[in-house]
């Protein structure tokens, strides 16, 4: 009899979480269908600030991590930024996102591109070692399991295959203020975001079967910033970044694992 209350407890517990999580995904989706048509400039990626960060910081990171030729996979893909610079060197690329009007905006410019509207902690389209590369730009902090989503990407990766993870640093302080003043998703999502730094991700990664290959935290220039503002503030990215106790509270983190 016992077993059987507890077995029902149990039951209930889990369909409860389920329901939260379901709620939790449709936000997100709903919060990215509402602003598709605008993403490229409320989150700066179409600004100056955007492309000063991938020159100076993120585009020598995917040109040492990211091989030639490689099959591809960019979860959380958005507008498809990120995927119109990793498709320059692919063999094959495929892109995911939970919103389908953000895929929407992606297919407009990466016609050449299969994309997804999907989950990223499931990718349940795909089958099992079909890449070598999955990548992630400031998407995975959203994801509330983030154990599960390592164990999918995992699963789709080949042997030794690499996951590359540049995303928001939940150490940072800017995101912390923002939650406070409700600006973006942050007030939603910042629980979830807050999670994303090296010493949380070392464990998860680790306990889904990656090896860390690279590590760091860096750039203090947000997305949203016109030319004038980066070259004023670049000074200041600078100093902060060359000062080893202040660079881990940096922008963005960047994690690359490499399954075991
Ligand atoms: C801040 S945007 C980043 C978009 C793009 N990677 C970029 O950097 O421009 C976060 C993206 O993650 C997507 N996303 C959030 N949770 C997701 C999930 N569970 N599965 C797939 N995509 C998700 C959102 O729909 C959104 O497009």
Redesign the pocket.
């Known amino acids: 009899m016992e077993h059987i209350k507890a077995y029902y407890l149990v039951e209930i517990r889990s369909k409860k979480i389920k329901k939260i999580m379901n709620n939790l ?1 449709n936000a ?1 989706i709903k919060y ?1 269908d509402d602003i598709a048509g605008i993403y490229n400039i409320k ?1 700066g ?1 179409d600004l100056y600030g955007c492309e000063w960060g991938i020159n100076k910081y993120y585009l020598p990171l995917i040109q040492h991590f990211v091989n030639k030729n490689s099959e591809i996979l960019e ?5 498809g ?2 995927t119109g610079i990793l498709k320059k060197n692919a063999k094959r690329i495929c892109g ?4 389908p009007k ?1 895929i929407d905006v992606a297919k407009k410019s990466n016609s050449d591109v299969r994309f997804i509207v ?4 499931k990718l349940l389209d795909f089958k099992n070692e079909e890449f070598d590369v999955v990548a992630g ?3 995975f902090s ?2 509330p399991n983030k154990l599960d989503a390592l164990h999918s990407i995992n699963r789709v990766l080949k042997r030794g295959g690499i996951f590359f993870d540049l995303d928001m640093n939940g150490l940072c302080p800017i995101y912390y203020i923002l939650s406070l003043i409700g600006i973006n998703e942050m007030k939603n999502w910042y629980r979830y975001i807050k999670e994303s730094t090296i010493k949380n991700l070392l464990s998860v990664f680790n306990e889904a079967g990656f090896d860390i290959v690279y590590t760091n935290a860096l750039n203090w220039i947000p997305n949203a910033l016109n030319r004038n503002a980066v070259l004023m503030l670049a000074p200041m990215n600078s100093i902060l970044s060359n000062l080893p106790l202040i660079r881990k509270f940096a922008m963005r983190i960047v994690i690359v694992g490499r399954k075991r």
């Open positions: 995904k997100v990215y989150h990626v979860i959380g893909c958005g507008t930024k990120y995911i996102d939970i919103s953000m999907g989950d990223s902690e730009f400031n998407t959203y994801y």
